[in-house]
């Protein structure tokens, strides 16, 4: 039994929207993986939830006509990994919530909770960082978009505000149309892990399948947010795939992160794995671009 | 039928269906819930408790602290009692410490209505503590000047032993010309169990006031003894009942919190209280396996002969002396029995209190510390040599024959190079080790070994007892009763197969009582060791050879045939000359319940004590792919060969081995306990805690080298802890062949690896 | 708070007054008896409560009782046949020896019957990483996977997709 001073079912995005409203100190809570062992450990003991949990509005994945690909927050990991949409269009992401915590996990987690808990080891977010999500939050005000760069304030922080809900990830075609992605995650273990460091990337190549026409390198645990190596990414197009490619990539990279030392691993192992995923990372992307490494 | 055959586990069915009863199972409604408050600091002293914000919380019935339990140090250790004060575990630690002496001691409890005000008021709880600075190493707490952790121990030093072989002088031997030398420290980790069942226990005070305690344990017997001791009330006034558990590997080989909970449910009147421990707790506050550091020195001829090696064992007791220095001791034994240097050895062993969790008994029983030093050292000398690690190990490791000079037992039956030979096969052990030997680029392979050796039991260390009872039933059908309990290694299946081989009753016709219940259960210590085949099941050879003397018996006065020309076979009474079914038990067994003539109810009930012990044996290849710039170690493949005597049921000796193995890859490769530099735990969840998963285990193989132990009671000895013994220094050398490093500290972890192979500009 | 709410556990229906503070661990142990649902962490990392809820495996430890009105939920105690035949699944765990001290088991089941009930045909590498929600000390996983994929294959060979 949970110490939890009261609970709220929200009906539908309004009624939870006006909850959170009514009630300043309330928590949000969607598949409950985060919010309820912060409850059990004491962090969130004694608070007040409003349950977005079984609100129907909140949940699926749809294709605009645009080729915009819309996932509702309260889709659940394996629901994403397994929808035909993101199969077909963005299987990096599909590929990386599936590497979330176990298979229970990944059955209850959303990836709403995923971005909305604001932590840098989020297993979706490098991805939808690097595919340049929208996030779209309802408040009591209506809604706004917010670029999900712009997204994460700090550690644990985001810019929503505490009556609004996320309502909506969007990623247009252009940011998928013609990509490879992959994404790594590194822990300890190969299953039941916190990412020690994740990596993604997605990668446009010449229509010669060649030389690099877009890159985003993206990183989750490399500093206090997930994050884009922009300027390495600027640094590398028209690149050609070559050893001295990888090898800027890795370096570019290292110029850009702010990983810290930890109990779970060291500064310098960070950098280790950065350097190293952000290379091996870009080399399964250009083949999943259609590119070869030996081009 | 019978011992050999692969029978399915008696108690599979329960398990699947989820009928099978554990101690939480079995709670009744309306107990009152327990939670522990632990200290938030490594050392010092409780001065003062605030309760009254807790008092206040809706549904509190009473808040018990270190100021109200009684003034009583008592063992906590599973080991038989010894009615010689000299050999009496170490009494140390009290049902409540006002003495913090780890990062999560026991110093109060809520008693209340629900967990949710047990938990809001443990966290109301203020607490005043005169703070001393924490010793968390060895190192620290031998220091000049370091707190006592025991005032009875001011040097912190719970034991020091000293034994030598041979001359037993290393720096004399070491002084020979020519001979190549290492003097080197390697380190194991703390690590804990993870049985998936938590510790639960509940109690209450029946109409008789005695106090009955359900509880998730290996050592019903002991338990109550210790209650009993904890308490300062008779024995007999306890009753503790073991349904079946969800593991222990050695953790609940020691009395946790029954104690307690049986204090608490005296403090409200009786009443039920049920006290379950989170996994957090458990990993925090109760037992792990020693860390040990071991200074270790060799010398060795170029032709491979070991000639003399000194071993320092420090070992990391923590907090409380649980089972001590038996650990230590064990560790610095297999040292020496591993191996006969030529001139001699030497092994100083130093038990150290320190500031953090206890440690105690954990599968292997400081075995498989100790093969950590023993196996990398062997590795480190076979190089040092040229010599193949291999050849190197055939040259040197124990030989049949070998009796311990000091134990006094050996190798009653003996396998172990065969296990060698066997394995080496498997792995393809020469091929691969001339295909990996030149390898360059950032992944690379190798293979490594490690070998073993294990006493069965504890005897002549400890005391070896165990009982057994048998019922005919009057279907002819048979009841066992046994002290030694189920843990989820098989015993009772086994059990019922040793049943069924001296009795000639078939094992559908045979009910192992897997509860016991210390009211009604024969004695027997438990679950530990490795000695429940071996000295569990010489009890129960025992009893079944007295209970066939008595069906045999019947059978002669109903067939009128003299007994000795009589047998039973398949559950008839058959005539030994010619095989013949004379009468069936069923019919015996009617018989003998109802006759007008001759009523008897046959049982047999046998105490062994045992002064026999043997060694097991056995041996770990690994293969293994090394990602040098990740810095991980993927298990390509791996296999245990074990000499563990006859095997009972060999689909369950595999099983069993398996889980040993996994076991031991966490341990070489992942498990460590983690705390801050105050000795609070970092990583006591299941998340960052590193037991393998699924993802983690590769394919396990296991084969046996299968000789008759003539002092087995049907040719088996010790297979319980040796599967995860030589998996950790395997892994720990095929990562030295792979890559020239050679990691000296328990876990390879990825961290340390790119250390390490930066270090060596591998990366 | 005590809460109404009505669910239909192993094929029956139900009206329940819960706590709104109850995990389902909790409502199908305390006041349903099926004690077949393990707690080993309570965090959703052990994988011993596992149930299916509409037939998805979930932790029952994190999450709320209140979120299962009008779900269906599946324990071990459901997948016995009118005459207490075994499921072949159950048959696979017991043949295989993939059971040992027991206390993973039932939650593993129902993971396997999730897996099952997709029809498809998945490879060893597979199996593991769809069991790897569940920890078990016992086994190594071994036998656990080849109960696995003898049910797999066995179900494929009936309804393959």
């Given amino acids: 039994m949970y110490d939890i001073e009261k609970i709220y079912q929200a009906k539908d995005v309004p009624d939870a929207v006006r909850a959170l409203a009514e009630n300043p100190d309330a928590v949000v809570i969607s598949g409950g993986s985060d919010v309820l062992i912060q409850i059990r450990e004491g962090r969130l003991a004694g608070c007040s939830l409003v349950s977005i949990h079984n609100i129907a509005e909140l949940k699926g994945i749809e294709m605009d006509k645009d080729g915009t690909i819309l996932i509702r927050p309260a889709t659940s990991f394996s629901h994403i990994t397994n929808n035909d949409i993101i199969k077909k269009y963005i299987p990096v992401l599909g590929d990386a919530v599936d590497q979330v915590g176990s298979p229970q996990i990944r059955n209850i987690g959303t990836v709403g909770g995923n971005v909305c808990n604001g932590v840098t080891s989020a297993d979706s977010a490098s991805t939808l960082f690097a595919l340049n999500a929208v996030l779209e939050l309802t408040g009591e005000n209506g809604t706004r978009q917010v670029p999900i ?13 505490h009556s609004e809900i996320l309502t909506a990830i969007r990623i247009t075609k252009d940011n998928y149309d013609g990509f490879g992605g992959h994404y790594i995650k590194y822990g300890k273990r190969n299953a039941m892990e916190i990412a020690t460091l994740g990596c993604s990337v997605s990668v446009k190549l010449t229509p010669d399948k060649k030389a690099i026409e877009d890159l985003r390198l993206a990183y989750g645990v490399a500093a206090p947010t997930p994050m884009r190596c922009t300027e390495t990414e600027s640094a590398v197009k028209e690149m050609k795939i070559s050893p001295e490619l990888f090898e800027k990539v890795g370096k570019g990279a290292l110029a850009e992160v702010n990983p810290r030392s930890s109990w779970r691993a060291s500064k310098e192992f960070r950098l280790q794995l950065i350097e190293e995923l952000g290379k091996r990372a870009l080399k399964q992307a250009i083949i999943n671009a259609g590119g070869t490494l030996d081009a | 039928m019978g011992v050999g055959k692969k029978i399915d586990r008696v108690d599979a069915y329960a398990k699947v269906t989820g009928e099978a009863k554990y101690s939480a199972d079995l ?7 327990a939670r522990v408050v632990h200290s938030k600091i490594a050392n010092g002293l409780v001065k003062s408790f605030d309760l009254d914000e807790a008092l206040k919380v809706p549904g509190v019935v009473k808040i018990v602290t270190c100021f109200d339990v009684p003034d009583i140090q008592f063992p906590t250790a599973g080991h038989p009692w010894s009615v010689e004060a000299a ?15 780890f990062y999560g001691d026991d110093i109060a409890a809520v008693i209340a209505e629900d967990e949710v005000a047990a938990s809001r008021a443990a966290r109301l709880i203020k607490v005043v503590y005169e703070e001393y600075p924490p010793v968390l190493t060895v190192d620290e707490a031998m220091a000049e000047g370091a707190v006592p952790v025991h005032s009875e121990y001011p040097d912190n030093i719970l034991k020091h032993t000293r034994f030598t072989v041979g001359d037993g002088d290393f720096e004399k031997a070491a002084k020979e010309n020519g001979l190549l030398l290492i003097d080197k420290v390697y380190e194991t980790q703390r690590v804990q169990h993870c049985h998936i069942e938590v510790p639960v226990s509940f109690a209450y005070q029946d109409a008789n006031g005695k106090i009955v305690v359900t509880t998730s344990t290996q050592i019903p017997h002991i338990v109550r003894r210790v209650i009993g001791q904890a308490l300062g009330i008779p024995w007999g006034k306890i009753r503790v009942i073991k349904p079946y558990i969800g593991g222990g590997f050695g953790n609940k080989q020691d009395v946790l919190y029954e104690p307690l909970n049986a204090f608490l449910c005296t403090q409200v009147g009786g009443r039920g209280v049920r006290l379950e421990l989170t996994r957090e707790e458990t990993l925090a506050c109760t037992r792990v396996r020693h860390a040990v550091k071991f200074h ?8 491979g002969t070991l ?14 002396a649980s089972h001590g220095h038996a650990i230590a001791a064990n560790a610095a034994n297999m040292f020496k029995q591993l191996y006969q240097d030529e001139k001699g050895l030497e092994a100083d062993s130093y038990t150290v209190y320190t500031n953090s969790a206890t440690a105690g008994a954990m599968r292997g029983y400081g075995i498989p510390q100790s093969d950590f030093v023993t196996e990398a050292l062997t590795e480190d000398l076979a190089r040092l040599t040229g010599i193949d690690p291999l050849e190197y190990r055939l040259k040197n490791c124990v030989k049949e024959g070998y009796v311990d000079p000091h134990l006094k037992f050996g190798f009653e039956s003996y396998g172990l190079k065969e296990c060698i030979l066997k394995g080496r096969d498997f792995i393809h052990w020469d091929e691969k080790r001339a295909e990996y030997k030149d390898q360059t680029g950032p992944v ?3 293979v490594g070994m490690a070998i073993f050796c294990y006493k069965t039991g504890v005897y002549p260390i400890s005391l070896e007892t165990a009982s057994c009872r048998m019922v005919l039933n009057q279907d002819g059908s048979l009841q066992i009763q046994m002290g030694a309990t189920e843990i989820g290694q098989g015993a009772d299946t086994v059990f019922s197969q040793m049943a069924a081989e001296s009795l000639g009753i078939t094992e559908d016709r045979i009910y192992v009582v897997s509860t016991q219940d210390t009211d009604i259960t024969p004695f027997d210590t438990g679950a530990y060791a490795s000695r429940q085949t071996y000295v569990s099941g010489k009890a129960l050879k025992k009893t079944a050879e007295q209970l066939k003397a008595k069906i045999l018996d019947y059978a002669s006065y109903k067939l009128k045939l003299p007994a000795e020309g009589l047998d039973i076979r398949d559950n008839y009474i058959v005539s030994m000359a010619d095989n013949k079914s004379l009468l069936s038990m069923e019919e015996l067994a009617t018989e003998a319940f ?14 062994y004590h045992c002064k026999e012990n043997t060694f097991a044996s056995g041996v770990c290849f690994a293969e293994v792919e090394v990602d040098m710039p990740l810095g991980k170690v993927k298990v390509l493949n791996i296999i245990n060969v074990h000499d563990s005597g006859i095997l009972i049921n060999p689909k369950l000796a595999e099983a069993q081995v398996h889980g040993g193995i996994s076991m031991g890859i966490g341990y070489g490769l992942s498990e460590i306990l983690l705390y801050d530099k105050n000795g609070k735990p970092l990583n006591d969840n299941l998340l960052d805690y590193k037991m393998p998963t699924s993802m983690d285990t590769p ?3 296991v084969d046996f080298v299968q000789i008759n132990d003539p002092t087995g009671p049907y040719g088996n000895k010790a297979l319980g802890e040796p599967p995860a013994i030589p998996v950790a220094p395997a892994l720990r050398n095929a990562v030295l062949h792979a890559t020239g490093v050679a990691v000296d500290s328990l876990p390879l972890d990825p961290q340390k690896l790119v250390e390490h192979f930066k270090a060596a500009g591998l990366i | 708070m005590l809460k109404v709410i009505n669910l239909t556990v192993n094929g029956k229906a139900h009206e329940l007054a819960v706590d709104d503070r109850e995990a389902l661990v909790d409502t199908l142990r305390n006041r349903l008896g099926l004690t077949s649902v393990k707690k080993g962490c309570e965090v959703g990392e052990c994988g011993a409560c596992t149930v299916l809820v509409n037939g998805e495996a979930m932790d029952s430890c994190i999450y709320l009782t209140v979120w299962a009105e009008g779900k269906n939920i599946m324990t071990v105690e459901g997948l016995k046949g009118p005459n207490g035949e075994l499921s072949p699944i159950q048959k696979a765990f017991i043949e295989e020896a993939a059971v040992q001290c027991g206390f993973c088991t039932p939650g593993l089941i129902m993971t396997a019957v999730e897996i099952v009930g997709t029809g498809k045909k998945y490879n060893r590498d597979e199996l593991r990483k769809l069991i790897s929600g569940h920890l078990c000390r016992c086994t190594g996983y071994e036998n656990i996977l080849n109960a696995m994929e003898r049910i797999v294959d066995e179900t494929y060979k009936v309804v393959g997709k």
């Fill in chain 1, 149 to 161: 760069g712009q997204f994460y304030k700090g550690p644990g922080k985001t810019v929503r505000e």
């Fill in chain 2, 594 to 607: 109802y006759s007008l003539d001759r009523s008897v109810h046959i049982t047999a009930e046998a105490t």
């Fill in chain 2, 27 to 33: 709670a009744p409604d309306g107990l009152l819930v």
């Fill in chain 2, 444 to 446: 690379r392979r190798g």
């Fill in chain 2, 87 to 101: 050999h009496q575990d170490v009494q140390d630690r009290k049902i409540l410490n006002q003495r913090v002496r």
């Fill in chain 2, 699 to 701: 394919d396990l193989h």
């Fill in chain 2, 307 to 320: 000639v003399s090696r000194k071993l320092e064992v420090f070992s990391n007791q923590g907090a409380y």
């Fill in chain 2, 296 to 303: 270790a020195k060799a010398a060795v001829r170029p032709d």
